[in-house]
């Protein structure tokens, strides 16, 4: 259970975000600042994918590099199939790659093809942090997709303040809290001080104001 803290401070916000006319659902994210740590040493970045418990409102959306039996029978899984053809297609035209890279939160690939991706679109790919999880050419992605469409990626960089989403305007303040518990959890076990080293986190609707929660 979430402290009751954190479970206010999310009634807040989305008790703001009703009174705001938005012709869409509004993301609740989460800014995340730390302190007392130096993040151009690589060890201290964050860098995590957490599996929210309640999801992230909207699931997020999968592309899948794969050829033969795997692309057959993977591909009803997942929101893009990228075929072994389109990658090299992909490598001549960057910008319309850059697009698909944006669209989509995480990317699979069969591990035979891991070495061309790298190679031809790891210069997009690598800095979004969505290089593929390689997978078997006979792999049952089924499991693995299931677990992304509620994974969300809390990454640092080399920056003291970053963001990450913990759900959607449409979930409950109850809900939310406990996958904003979740994260902050996973941030106490990967920093050097735990909670010492996390100066703050605000919680706030896309366009909405923000609550201090830590």
Request: proline content about 5%; aromatic content about 4%.
């Amino acid at each position: 259970m979430a402290e009751k803290k954190i479970v206010d401070s999310v009634g807040k916000v989305l008790e703001e975000s009703k009174k705001l006319d938005r012709k869409f659902k509004q993301k609740i994210d989460l800014v995340i600042n730390l302190k007392n740590l130096d993040l151009n040493i690589p060890k201290n970045r964050i860098d995590e994918e957490i599996i929210l418990p309640h999801g992230r409102g909207s699931e997020a959306k999968i592309a899948l590099f794969a050829s033969g039996e795997l692309a057959l029978k993977s591909k009803k899984h997942v929101d893009l199939l990228i075929k072994p053809e389109e990658i090299e297609d992909f490598s001549t035209d960057k910008g319309k790659f850059k697009k698909v890279a944006d669209a989509h939160h995480f990317f699979i690939a069969e591990a035979p093809l891991m070495p061309t991706i790298g190679k031809t679109l790891g210069t997009v790919l690598g800095p979004r942090g969505k290089m593929p999880k390689p997978v078997p050419p006979n792999a049952d992605v089924s499991g693995l997709v299931k677990n992304l469409r509620s994974t969300v990626k809390v990454r640092s960089k080399s920056n003291k303040t970053f963001h990450t989403i913990a759900g959607e305007e449409t979930m409950s303040k109850e809900d939310i809290a406990e996958n904003i518990s979740a994260i902050i959890k996973r941030l106490e076990s990967k920093l050097e001080r735990g909670r010492m080293n996390i100066g703050s986190v605000y919680v706030k609707t896309t366009m909405g104001s923000s609550e201090r929660i830590i």
